[in-house]
C-alpha cells in the first residue's frame, strides 16, 4: 500500500526569531486560525491564568520566555501541520539548531522595529548550511517601525537571500490600514485587539480602489508607488530557489492582533515542501520507503512533573508508524514495541494510533532512547546531522543536602541526557561540572532541579573557560593522552572525553604534545560522530 497521499499532505516547519520578535505568539495566533485552539493566551500575561499555548514549563510561564522547543500538529486545508516553536534566547540555542534537523522548512519573524538581529542571523546560517526553505514574517505593524523597504533591503543585504513580497503594508503604527496582497490584488482592512479568528475581514479590491484612496490618504499612496517600484526591481517567485534557501516570500502583520495570520498559514500549506529525504552515514533514506525509520531529536524531561517521565521526540523519516511496531534502536541493537506514542499540542498529549514520514511523535522511556538515536524496523542506521556544541562558560555544582546526592546525580543525567545543559564528570573526581552554550541554562537548571527533582543545588564558578571532545584512531595513544591530563579530562553524559582548559593556550600545547589526538568543538549525537577537530 502505497502512503504517497499521507506523506504529500505533510508540513513541517519551525519558527525561529531573535527573542521577543513575536516568535510565540504567532505560534499561538497560527495555532487558532488552524482551529487548534479556540481563544489565545498571552505571552505577556504572566500572572494571569492563560499563558501561552507552546510556553509549558513553570519558568516560562514565571519569566514569559520560551527556554524549550514546543511541538505541536494541526490540521489546516486538509493538511496535516507539524510546527515546531523553538527558543529564540541565544542560550538555548542548542535546542533550536536540533529542531531545525528535523524539519523541512523554516518561518522566520522579524521585529518591524528593530529588522534583522544578531540571533536571526545565526539561525538563517544554520537553515543555510541545511538548504531549509524560509518564508518571513515581518512582525508589529501596528507599531512606529522601519521603512518597509528599508526592512526588505535589510533582510536581503543582511541574509544575503532574495526576498519577494506576497503582502504590503498600508502605513505603520496608529495609521497602520492594512495589507495589500499582491497576489490577490485586494487590501485586507486592519483591525486591532483580537484573540479569535473573525471570517469577515473586509477586503478593497484593486489598487485604483477610490474607496482606500479616501480612507487611508498618503499611507495608501504610498503603498501603491512602493509596491510599483517593487514589481519593477524584484524577481519574480521561483518555488525552486525557495526550495533551496535563496529565496523568501515576505509577508507583513501584526500577529498579536490576528493580523496576516492567515496569509502566512496559507503559505506555508502551498509552498513548503512535504517530507524530504534525510541522510545517515551509510544513505540517503527516501520519505516513500515503505519500512519505518525516525531518529530522536530531542528529549524532554518530566513533561508530566507526576510520573517523572521522558519523551523522545521523534521525526519520522519514512514508512508508516504503527502503535506497537517492533522497532530496533539502532545505537544499542536492542528491540523495542513503544504501545503508549502521542502527538502534543505543547504539553497536551493524544495517544497515536499511526503516523508517516513528516510526523513528529513523542515516544515515553525511562533512558532507553538518548538524543540522535535512529530507530527502524531492522536496518542499522544512523542519521547525520544532530549537533552538541562545546561548551562556553562552566560552573561546578554542589548539593546542599547531601543526603539528596542520589537525586542530584539522576536529574543531571537525565537533563544532560535532553540537552538541557552539558554535564561532565570529572576522572578524577571531584564535583560534577556544568557546561553551558549561556548562562541563562544554568538558572533554568537550578530551577528545574528543584521543582522537577526536589534538590537544592547551588552552583559556584569553574576554572575551565573551553573544552573540546577528543578522538583518535589509536586507542593507545588516545589512553596514554588520557592518563597523562586525567586532571584535565571530563566524560560526558555519554561518556565522550572531554579536554577542559582553563586557557586556548592550554589546548594548543596539548594539541602539539599530541598530534594524533583530535580536538572537536562540535561532536554529534549519541553515536559519537564527531565534526572536523577544531
Same mark, same amino acid.
Given at each position: 500500500?502505497?502512503?504517497?497521499?499521507?506523506?504529500?499532505?505533510?508540513?513541517?516547519?519551525?519558527?525561529?526569531?531573535?527573542?521577543?520578535?513575536?516568535?510565540?505568539?504567532?505560534?499561538?495566533?497560527?495555532?487558532?486560525?488552524?482551529?487548534?485552539?479556540?481563544?489565545?493566551?498571552?505571552?505577556?500575561?504572566?500572572?494571569?491564568?492563560?499563558?501561552?499555548?507552546?510556553?509549558?514549563?513553570?519558568?516560562?510561564?514565571?519569566?514569559?520566555? %520560551?527556554?524549550?522547543?514546543?511541538?505541536?500538529?494541526?490540521?489546516?486545508?486538509?493538511?496535516?501541520?507539524?510546527?515546531?516553536?523553538?527558543?529564540?534566547?541565544?542560550?538555548? %540555542?542548542?535546542?533550536?539548531?536540533?529542531?531545525?534537523?528535523?524539519?523541512?522548512?523554516?518561518?522566520?519573524?522579524?521585529?518591524?522595529?528593530?529588522?534583522?538581529?544578531?540571533?536571526?542571523?545565526? *539561525?538563517?546560517?544554520?537553515?543555510?548550511?541545511?538548504?531549509?526553505?524560509?518564508?518571513?514574517? #515581518?512582525?508589529?505593524?501596528?507599531?512606529?517601525?522601519?521603512?518597509?523597504?528599508?526592512?526588505?533591503?535589510?533582510?536581503?543585504?543582511?541574509?544575503?537571500?532574495?526576498? &519577494?513580497?506576497?503582502?504590503?503594508?498600508?502605513?505603520?503604527?496608529?495609521?497602520?490600514?492594512?495589507?495589500?496582497?499582491?497576489? /490577490?490584488?485586494?487590501?485586507?482592512?486592519? /483591525?486591532?485587539?483580537?484573540?479569535?479568528?473573525?471570517?469577515?475581514?473586509?477586503?478593497?479590491?484593486?489598487?485604483?480602489?477610490?474607496?482606500?484612496?479616501?480612507?487611508?490618504?498618503?499611507?495608501?499612496?504610498?503603498?501603491? !508607488?512602493?509596491?510599483?517600484?517593487?514589481?519593477?526591481?524584484?524577481?519574480?517567485?521561483?518555488?525552486?530557489?525557495?526550495?533551496?534557501?535563496?529565496?523568501?516570500?515576505?509577508?507583513?502583520?501584526?500577529?498579536?492582533?490576528?493580523?496576516?495570520?492567515?496569509?502566512?498559514?496559507?503559505?506555508?500549506?502551498?509552498?513548503?515542501?512535504?517530507? *524530504?529525504?534525510?541522510?545517515? *552515514?551509510?544513505?540517503?533514506?527516501?520519505?516513500?520507503?515503505?519500512?519505518?525509520?525516525? #531518529?530522536?531529536?530531542?528529549?524532554?524531561?518530566?513533561?508530566?512533573?507526576?510520573?517523572?517521565?521522558?519523551?523522545?521526540?521523534?521525526?519520522?523519516?519514512?514508512?508508516?508508524?504503527?502503535?506497537?511496531?517492533?522497532?530496533?534502536?539502532?545505537?544499542?541493537?536492542?528491540?523495542?514495541?513503544?504501545?503508549?506514542?502521542?502527538?502534543?499540542?505543547?504539553?497536551?498529549?493524544?495517544? $497515536?494510533?499511526?503516523?508517516?514520514?513528516?510526523?513528529?511523535?513523542?515516544?515515553? !522511556?525511562?533512558?532507553?532512547?538518548? *538524543?540522535?538515536?535512529?530507530?527502524?524496523?531492522?536496518?542499522?542506521?544512523?542519521?547525520?546531522?544532530?549537533?552538541?556544541?562545546?561548551?562556553?562558560?562552566?560552573?561546578?555544582?554542589?548539593?546542599?543536602?547531601?543526603?539528596?546526592?542520589?537525586?542530584?546525580?539522576?536529574?543531571?543525567?537525565?537533563?544532560?541526557?535532553?540537552?538541557?545543559?552539558? &554535564?561532565?564528570?570529572?576522572?578524577?573526581?571531584?564535583?560534577?561540572?556544568?557546561?553551558?552554550?549561556?548562562?541563562?541554562?544554568?538558572?533554568?537548571?537550578?530551577?528545574?532541579?528543584?521543582?522537577?527533582?526536589?534538590?537544592?543545588?547551588?552552583?559556584?564558578?569553574?576554572?575551565?573557560?573551553?573544552?573540546?571532545?577528543?578522538?583518535?584512531?589509536?586507542?593507545?595513544?588516545?589512553?596514554?593522552?588520557?592518563?597523562? !591530563?586525567?586532571?584535565?579530562?571530563?566524560?560526558? &553524559?555519554?561518556?565522550?572525553?572531554?579536554? +577542559?582548559?582553563?586557557?586556548?593556550?592550554? +589546548?594548543? $600545547?596539548?594539541?602539539?604534545?599530541?598530534?594524533? &589526538?583530535?580536538?572537536?568543538?562540535?561532536?554529534?549525537?549519541?553515536?559519537? #560522530?564527531?565534526?572536523?577537530?577544531?
Amino acid at each position: 500500500m502505497s502512503h504517497a497521499p499521507e506523506i504529500a499532505r505533510r508540513r513541517t516547519f519551525a519558527i525561529i526569531s531573535h527573542p521577543d520578535a513575536g516568535k510565540t505568539t504567532l505560534t499561538e495566533k497560527l495555532l487558532l486560525f488552524a482551529g487548534a485552539i479556540q481563544i489565545a493566551g498571552s505571552v505577556k500575561a504572566r500572572k494571569a491564568s492563560r499563558h501561552a499555548t507552546s510556553d509549558w514549563m513553570e519558568i516560562e510561564k514565571q519569566r514569559g520566555i %520560551s527556554v524549550a522547543s514546543s511541538v505541536m500538529q494541526m490540521e489546516y486545508r486538509d493538511c496535516v501541520v507539524n510546527l515546531l516553536d523553538t527558543p529564540g534566547h541565544q542560550d538555548f %540555542s542548542e535546542d533550536t539548531y536540533r529542531v531545525l534537523t528535523a524539519v523541512d522548512a523554516a518561518l522566520m519573524v522579524i521585529d518591524a522595529a528593530k529588522g534583522v538581529e544578531a540571533q536571526t542571523l545565526r *539561525l538563517i546560517e544554520v537553515c543555510r548550511a541545511r538548504n531549509t526553505p524560509i518564508l518571513t514574517f #515581518v512582525n508589529k505593524m501596528d507599531r512606529e517601525v522601519k521603512p518597509p523597504l528599508e526592512l526588505m533591503e535589510e533582510v536581503e543585504s543582511v541574509l544575503n537571500m532574495d526576498v &519577494v513580497p506576497f503582502t504590503w503594508p498600508v502605513g505603520m503604527g496608529r495609521a497602520f490600514g492594512g495589507v495589500f496582497d499582491l497576489r /490577490r490584488e485586494a487590501m485586507t482592512v486592519f /483591525r486591532p485587539g483580537e484573540d479569535r479568528v473573525r471570517e469577515d475581514d473586509e477586503t478593497l479590491q484593486g489598487l485604483d480602489n477610490a474607496e482606500a484612496a479616501a480612507r487611508f490618504g498618503a499611507e495608501f499612496d504610498t503603498a501603491k !508607488n512602493e509596491i510599483g517600484l517593487i514589481r519593477e526591481a524584484t524577481l519574480p517567485f521561483d518555488r525552486g530557489a525557495f526550495l533551496a534557501a535563496k529565496q523568501s516570500p515576505l509577508f507583513f502583520g501584526s500577529a498579536i492582533n490576528n493580523f496576516g495570520v492567515r496569509e502566512i498559514l496559507d503559505a506555508l500549506v502551498d509552498l513548503a515542501p512535504p517530507p *524530504l529525504p534525510r541522510a545517515t *552515514l551509510t544513505r540517503e533514506v527516501a520519505p516513500e520507503e515503505p519500512k519505518f525509520a525516525g #531518529v530522536v531529536f530531542k528529549i524532554q524531561a518530566n513533561m508530566d512533573p507526576a510520573h517523572r517521565d521522558r519523551i523522545a521526540f521523534v521525526r519520522v523519516v519514512s514508512g508508516h508508524f504503527e502503535r506497537g511496531m517492533k522497532l530496533r534502536v539502532c545505537r544499542t541493537g536492542k528491540d523495542i514495541r513503544p504501545g503508549t506514542v502521542v502527538s502534543f499540542l505543547s504539553q497536551r498529549r493524544e495517544l $497515536v494510533d499511526d503516523a508517516f514520514a513528516g510526523d513528529i511523535i513523542g515516544i515515553p !522511556n525511562h533512558g532507553t532512547l538518548r *538524543l540522535g538515536d535512529t530507530l527502524s524496523e531492522g536496518e542499522n542506521l544512523q542519521f547525520t546531522g544532530l549537533p552538541y556544541f562545546a561548551p562556553e562558560t562552566f560552573q561546578n555544582v554542589e548539593i546542599r543536602d547531601p543526603m539528596k546526592s542520589k537525586q542530584l546525580r539522576t536529574g543531571l543525567q537525565q537533563l544532560g541526557e535532553e540537552g538541557a545543559i552539558q &554535564v561532565f564528570r570529572p576522572i578524577e573526581g571531584g564535583s560534577l561540572l556544568l557546561g553551558a552554550v549561556g548562562t541563562l541554562q544554568f538558572e533554568v537548571v537550578l530551577h528545574r532541579l528543584k521543582s522537577e527533582y526536589n534538590v537544592d543545588a547551588k552552583l559556584e564558578s569553574s576554572r575551565y573557560r573551553l573544552a573540546r571532545w577528543i578522538t583518535c584512531d589509536d586507542p593507545v595513544i588516545l589512553k596514554r593522552f588520557i592518563d597523562s !591530563n586525567a586532571h584535565r579530562v571530563a566524560h560526558d &553524559v555519554v561518556e565522550a572525553p572531554a579536554f +577542559l582548559a582553563t586557557h586556548p593556550a592550554e +589546548l594548543e $600545547v596539548a594539541a602539539e604534545r599530541y598530534p594524533q &589526538v583530535r580536538f572537536h568543538a562540535l561532536r554529534e549525537h549519541a553515536g559519537r #560522530v564527531f565534526a572536523e577537530a577544531a
